[in-house]
């Protein structure tokens, strides 16, 4: 069975831009959770839908929004990008909602690097 | 505002027991505990899950005292292998409960030596 899979890898980008990255969850899993990995602040939750509804949501700006298609995949977009963005955003899928006994399986991550 | 305490790191030996405590004071009813390994430049990897009392696979053990405001991870005759950063995640159960949804400590970086 094949595991969650980010595109793209690394990015870079301006600041001011914005950005949509991509994650394919493991086939059957219907929840897909996004994070934000920096050194100084550890590993922070976005976001998490389940089918194709947003059921949590981390303290972050509105620049940042996802969304999750009927496939269960799962895009999240960044706009006005700023030097502070930069960081491995990681997506994890799992069976159902995270928090509820369901372990996650994350995906090697998107480095994302604003200039 | 954190829902759980971590030490930010630990140091032990090859083949030594080690604890690594977490502290979740505020854990809600339906909040069950979820341990996760990473290493450098991968996602976190899910080690062992629990609600109450004590949980043990084939890596570790969790260890949850009765009013659950805290637990303990416990690794068996570690490895150099087992350096890694370990997190203590605490689920809101998917309620809607706003803006802490689902929440990582900052880990603990656990360092083997031989």
């Known amino acids: 069975k094949a595991g969650v899979t980010q595109t793209p890898r690394y990015l870079i980008k301006t600041r001011g831009q914005q950005v949509t990255l991509s994650c394919s969850p493991i086939s059957g899993h219907r929840s897909v959770s996004w994070y934000q990995q920096t050194p100084g602040q550890g590993l922070q939750f976005l976001f998490e839908y389940f089918s194709e509804t947003q059921r949590n949501k981390g303290n972050f700006p509105g620049r940042f929004s996802g969304r999750q298609f009927s496939n269960s995949r799962s895009e999240m977009n960044v706009s006005t990008l700023e030097l502070g963005d930069s960081a491995l955003y990681l997506c994890a899928s799992s069976l159902g909602l995270a928090g509820v006994s369901y372990e996650q399986y994350f995906g090697p991550g998107t480095r994302l690097t604003v200039t | 505002l954190a829902k759980t305490t971590q030490p930010i790191s630990m140091d032990s030996y090859e083949g030594q027991e080690v604890n690594i405590t977490c502290s979740h004071n505020n854990i809600a009813t339906n909040d069950y505990i979820t341990w996760y390994q990473q290493f450098p430049s991968q996602g976190p990897r899910f080690i062992i899950q629990?609600?109450?009392t004590k949980v043990t696979n084939e890596v570790a053990s969790l260890f949850i005292p009765a009013d659950r405001k805290s637990s303990t991870l416990s690794l068996p005759r570690v490895s150099l292998s087992d350096t890694a950063v370990y997190y203590c995640l605490v689920g809101d159960g998917g309620s809607g409960g706003g803006a802490d949804g689902l929440t990582f400590g900052k880990g603990t970086h656990l360092i083997i030596q031989p």
């Open positions: 629990g609600y109450k």
